[in-house]
Structures are given as structure tokens and as C-alpha cells.
């Protein structure tokens, strides 16, 4: 676990703070989305989708400050669409880090290096950049040659700049557990601070919809990938949630911990689910079905779902919630988890990167899109 000790202890305070007053329910993360619109169409995203003068559109940075103050969560992520577009993003991310939120801007890192003067090193402001695996995979799935290397060339001049950079990596049912053991050693080479892996979750508006992962070939393809990980791996995630992945810890998505805000407002229930919209975060807590969502609901939305995004506030409160969580997180820190005596059950072979419907270029074959500049 690689996160920086002042974002735990300020998850910690707030934790304690929200136990004291008796609040069930509280968000850890802000995912603030200021803009949808992309320099990229990959085929597993579904934000790209929406209607040309939606994509025209974008948050001011008094709504996205505004957002910030009115959720409270000591963490700001600000996926996209790709957040380098707006071009207003200096004075959000300035904003964001003079109220010291730990923020994360998360980018695929084609703009990144031309940016990085626009803007400051701080301890709150981290580039997580998108890296969803070694360089084929990657650049299969953000349908575009040459991104991973453009990606590679940002982090390493965003790392001698002295900025703090994570990465953040969706993995598909194409993903062959060997390759991405060497990727995240070929990621740790770079220097990053640390990062974050994922299973895809199936948007509804994605181009691909074959090849989102289900809940047991996630759970036997992080368990190839994480059993036996070297100390030098650095995530950061809750060790808890890791193990979650590999299907040895048991949690439950808690939506409200990772509430979203984009230009529609503040979305129900989560980042990746699209059903209604708040006009206030305090509308959003007190008036969405909370019980409707997540696995034990029986919701078919949420059966193979273990994106990060619902189940880290879970790990954390796994990890706060009782001594024994506490101690268990603890041990798993030091220790690392303990070795697996069962063998691990079987993986089906990865689809082949290449048996999507291919163009000339090796690219998956997708609709159409209006591109807005």
C-alpha cells in the first residue's frame, strides 16, 4: 500500500468525525466529472456517447468548488472524459488543492507532458494516468496506437518535475494474468507513487460489451495476478480491497462513499450506474434507495460489479469498523496475506486481444463517433 501518510490520516479524522455525529452513511471520495468529452474513444468507455452538445459542454470551477464544499470528502478524484481538455482545469485543480483535498486528476496522458507547466507540485495533487496494461493491451483498448507510449513519456517527465503520479488500470476478460505481472513491474520501473487496478464494469453505453468481466473470472484472474505479489508492487488501494479482488475478503458496495457530481448534476446511485440525478448532495443522501443497489439488493445492475469505486468506501469501513478489521488490515500490511493452501481455481484462456473485430490498423472495429474538438 502506497498512499501518502497525511491522505490517512485525514481519511482517519474524517472517519472519526462522521462516527461522532452518527452519520451511517458518508462519501470518502468525491468523483467530480467537469467535463465528457475525450481525445480518446475507447471501446469500454460510455462517456463519450452522449450527444454533441453535451460533450460542448463543461462544469465552471465555482460549480466544481461549490460541489467540493458541499460533499466534504477529504479525497477529490476528476475522471472525464479527459479533464486536460477543459480549459479551465489550472484554476479547478488550484482551487481544489488550496481547500487540501488529496485530488487526484486522472488522464491518459496525451496532453499531460505539455501541461505539466501549467502546473505546481504539491503533496495534494496527484496524476493518476491511465494504463490499462502492457503495451498491446493498452493501446488495444483505448483503440489508438502509440498512447501507451505517450503515457510512458508523461510519467516519466511528470516524475522529474516532482509530481506525485499513480496509475489507474481497468482490466477485461482479454487481460492474461503472466503479461500483467510484468507490466506492473515495468510500471513500478517508471517511478510512480503507486497503483490502482480494477475490474471493467459493464456501461451500459460502451461500444464493447463483450468483454466486461463477471464476478468469478475477476476473482480467479486477480488471484493469478496478486497471489505471491512482491513487496515492490505498490498499490494504491486498501490491502483490504486487493483482497476483495482475489475473492478472500467479503464486502459490500456502499455507493454513497464515492458520490458523483457532473454536469447533470449529482448522479444516483454511483459513477457507473446513470439512474437520475439530485439537485443537492443532501438531496442525493436522504432521498436515493440506498437498499435498491448492491450485490445483496438483487439488483442484476450490481450482481458482478467490484469496481473500485463502491468497494474501497467498503474496505475502509471493514478496516475502521472493529478492532478485529483493524487488526486484520494491520496484519495484511506488515505480513501480507496469508499463503493460499487451496489451489487456485482455474482460468479460462483469455480471449485474444486480437478476436475483436478488427480495421486495418489492428484496432477494434467501433461506431461511429462525433468527435468534438
Known amino acids: 500500500m502506497s498512499v501518502p501518510i497525511g491522505q490517512m490520516l485525514a481519511v482517519l479524522g474524517h472517519v472519526a468525525r462522521q462516527r461522532l455525529k452518527g452519520n451511517r452513511r458518508y462519501p470518502?471520495?468525491?468523483?467530480?466529472?467537469?467535463?465528457?468529452?475525450?481525445?480518446?474513444?475507447?471501446?469500454?468507455?460510455?462517456?463519450?456517447?452522449?450527444?454533441?452538445?453535451i460533450l460542448r459542454s463543461q462544469l465552471t470551477p465555482e460549480q466544481c468548488f461549490k460541489a467540493v464544499d458541499e460533499c466534504g470528502a477529504p479525497i477529490v478524484s476528476i475522471p472525464g472524459g479527459e479533464p486536460l481538455l477543459h480549459p479551465q482545469i489550472e484554476q479547478i485543480v488550484a482551487g481544489i488543492v488550496a481547500r487540501k483535498k488529496y485530488l487526484y486528476l486522472c488522464t491518459n496522458a496525451i496532453k499531460l507532458e505539455e501541461m505539466l507547466p501549467h502546473f505546481r507540485p504539491s503533496p495534494y495533487l496527484a496524476f493518476s494516468v491511465h494504463l490499462d496494461g502492457p503495451k498491446q493491451e493498452h493501446d488495444?483498448?483505448?483503440?489508438?496506437?502509440?498512447?501507451f507510449e505517450l503515457a510512458v513519456s508523461a510519467i516519466r517527465a511528470a516524475r522529474r518535475a516532482g509530481f506525485r503520479v499513480t496509475t489507474n488500470s481497468t482490466l477485461f476478460s482479454d487481460a492474461d494474468p503472466d503479461r500483467y505481472r510484468g507490466f506492473f513491474d515495468e510500471v513500478m520501473g517508471l517511478g510512480v507513487e503507486g497503483m490502482m487496478i480494477s475490474p471493467g464494469y459493464s456501461y451500459a453505453k460502451a461500444p464493447d460489451q463483450?468483454?466486461?468481466?463477471?464476478?468469478?473470472?475477476?476473482?480467479?484472474?486477480?488471484?493469478?495476478?496478486?497471489?505471491?505479489?512482491?513487496?515492490?508492487?505498490?498499490?494504491?488501494?486498501?490491502?483490504?480491497?486487493?483482497?476483495?479482488?482475489?475473492?478472500?475478503?467479503?464486502?459490500?458496495?456502499?455507493?454513497?462513499?464515492?458520490?458523483?457530481?457532473?454536469?447533470?448534476?449529482?448522479?444516483?446511485?454511483c459513477y457507473l450506474l446513470d439512474e437520475g440525478y439530485a439537485a443537492s448532495f443532501r438531496e442525493l443522501m436522504e432521498e436515493t434507495d440506498w437498499d435498491a443497489y448492491g450485490r445483496q439488493s438483487g439488483n442484476p445492475k450490481c450482481a458482478d460489479c467490484m469496481v473500485h469505486c463502491g468497494y474501497e468506501p467498503?474496505?475502509?469501513?471493514?478496516?475502521?469498523?472493529?478492532?478485529?478489521?483493524?487488526?486484520?488490515?494491520?496484519?495484511?500490511?506488515?505480513?501480507?496475506?496469508?499463503?493460499?493452501?487451496?489451489?487456485?481455481?482455474?482460468?479460462?484462456?483469455?480471449?485474444p486481444v486480437g478476436s475483436r473485430p478488427l480495421q486495418p490498423n489492428g484496432l477494434p472495429v467501433l461506431p461511429v463517433i462525433d468527435h468534438v474538438a
Open 314 to 351: 467498503a474496505a475502509v469501513e471493514a478496516t475502521f469498523g472493529s478492532l478485529g478489521g483493524l487488526l486484520a488490515t494491520a496484519r495484511l500490511m506488515l505480513l501480507g496475506p496469508p499463503r493460499r493452501r487451496a489451489a487456485v481455481d482455474p482460468l479460462p484462456p483469455p480471449t
Open 140 to 147: 488495444h483498448a483505448v483503440c489508438r496506437e502509440g498512447v
Open 28 to 53: 470518502l471520495v468525491l468523483m467530480l466529472e467537469p467535463l465528457f468529452r475525450c481525445n480518446l474513444a475507447c471501446g469500454g468507455c460510455g462517456k463519450i456517447q452522449h450527444p454533441t452538445e
Open 210 to 269: 463483450e468483454h466486461f468481466l463477471r464476478r468469478r473470472r475477476s476473482q480467479s484472474l486477480f488471484r493469478r495476478m496478486l497471489d505471491g505479489a512482491p513487496r515492490r508492487w505498490k498499490f494504491n488501494q486498501s490491502p483490504v480491497f486487493l483482497e476483495f479482488l482475489k475473492g478472500d475478503w467479503e464486502l459490500e458496495c456502499l455507493p454513497w462513499g464515492t458520490p458523483t457530481y457532473n454536469l447533470f448534476g449529482w448522479q444516483r446511485p
